[in-house]
């Protein structure tokens, strides 16, 4: 069984085939997101802050932290995210950039085992992204697209995965520190994209043995009652091997499927969590998933 | 692709893997609801004719008729459902009893190609209920367990599917016909129960070519906030190949589910019918489809 083992100073999460779905909090992360990005470019990161604390206390077992923000300084602020982020959570991080700056000041500071966000399959990608992952003993997110784009062929993106795992071993960084990202389309503009990253989540893991992750939210864009469709997206995914999403644990359609999904794959050991969340006897049925998310976050408060 | 075309008098119904899924409302049975099995067996049909409704207007494809009441005439109840059934609603009936009298009575006085349910993988059972499918030319439910009971092994659950599908060619009932159960345990008493049908799911399909359907509610059985696992169960199942379920379409939570993973299994072509039942522009995220299935029902009455 692939383990990918990520720790911070003080803990450590397993994604792994026979674990519960890891959930990394995609909410610290300024694109899209105005406000966000003006205050972290003024240096006020308390929303930051509460980003952290309020996706740990809805379950998420991970934090993926961007700083992206046009003509800011990109490694500064990434940084001090990942300092702060670390101050006052215990969960490990994924320290996530297109800028090879940005990463290495990240990691240059980040206290445990990062998951680094991310590598593409393009050459120089590759022989920028994976020194610097092998350097920092870090784990790395491997984008199924090259120079020539994101292929509609699951095959064609399964090759260049391989390209990407084959590649790191060549830098000592083993398959297990690799965690795939097959790349999901939002379905309303392509209605095979579901099927697609099925097909290749099932050859990832039959013929790679590797983890995997996905931005979940991009399957629904343009959709309405969109978290259903990623919710239901992810139970899918699990179904065909997914192992972890960079997702929001906020929305209680998404968490409530994902920890479902977990019970269905039998993740979730005598249904422990399961009924852990749900236990509220005055939840009525279906409710039960977003009181119990705002009890626990009561208990952390 | 294997299509299974099942009729009232005036509609027809395609069970497939390039279809939507299809939903046969579950509730007009009387195990497990004293009120409804002392009202037929009183007579009374009122809630039967209700629950019809209800059911078709929430999105039900097709009805399962049961009619099972300890000492009552299964045989003449099973027959008069069906009857009233199909003189309020046009969807095609899966006529649903362990009786093969009750099965031959309601089969009498169907109108079009119905969907028998079911056969098991025990001799006499096959060696009775089979020639009165192949006789109405009807289609039928295959449940995977034999004299020997339900296997924990979803290899030994396929040899008995494989064995009704070989037994029905016999008699002349072509695979397209035969639709296998794969039979959901409570995921809450068997932590496996998920895993194993989905195994079994995918052997059905990619060896055998056959449509299937399940009992969905049973996988939830004794957990809390059950819709949800119900729900999620049968979304994982579509991803694996289930291709109809004996389910309510009444629980927003699980109806949802099923359209979301039309949608992601690319079977809900341009999501039309995903946004049409939620396009109310008031409906918060989340919410729609509960609130889109009280707009149709709506509209039927």
């Known amino acids: 069984m692939t383990h990918t083992v990520l720790s911070s100073a003080t803990k450590e999460v397993v994604i792994g085939f ?3 779905f890891v959930m990394i909090g995609e909410r610290i992360n300024p694109t899209g997101r105005k406000m966000l990005a003006a205050e972290m470019k003024s240096g006020d990161f308390s929303r930051v802050e509460a980003d952290a604390l309020a996706q740990v206390a809805a379950g998420a077992q991970m934090l993926d932290v961007n700083a992206g923000i046009p003509l800011a300084d990109e490694p500064a602020l990434l940084a001090r995210a990942v300092q702060l982020v670390q101050s006052v959570t215990d969960v490990p991080l994924s320290i996530d ?10 990691l240059a500071v980040y206290q445990g ?5 991310s590598v593409t399959g393009e050459e120089e990608n590759m022989e920028r992204v994976l020194p610097l992952v092998a350097r920092y003993g870090a784990a790395v997110v491997a984008i ?3 120079e020539t784009g994101i292929s509609e062929d699951p095959d064609v993106r399964f090759e260049v995965a391989r390209r990407i795992v084959n590649r790191a071993a060549d830098y000592g960084i083993p398959a297990c520190d690799v965690v795939v990202d097959p790349l999901v389309m939002p379905i309303g503009a392509m209605g095979t994209a579901g099927q697609q990253v099925f097909k290749l989540l099932r ?6 043995g590797v983890n995997t992750t996905c931005g979940a939210s991009n399957v629904s864009f343009g959709l309405p009652t969109r978290n259903i469709i990623t919710g239901t997206y ?18 209680p359609e998404v968490k409530s499927a994902v920890m479902a999904a977990d019970v269905l794959a039998g993740n979730d050991r005598d249904c422990a969590a399961w009924i852990r969340e749900n236990r509220d006897p005055n939840a009525a049925a279906g409710a039960g998933a977003g009181r119990a998310e705002g009890g626990r976050r009561r208990r952390a408060q």
């Open 113 to 117: 085992k990062a998951l680094v966000n």
């Open 97 to 106: 950039s297109s800028i090879i700056a940005a990463l290495e000041a990240g």
């Open 234 to 251: 992810l139970a899918m995914a699990i179904s065909n091997g997914l192992t972890s999403a960079i997702m929001s644990p906020l929305h």
């Open 18 to 20: 026979d674990r519960p």
């Open 203 to 208: 050859r990832l893991v039959s013929e790679l």
């Open 144 to 146: 199924s697209n090259d």
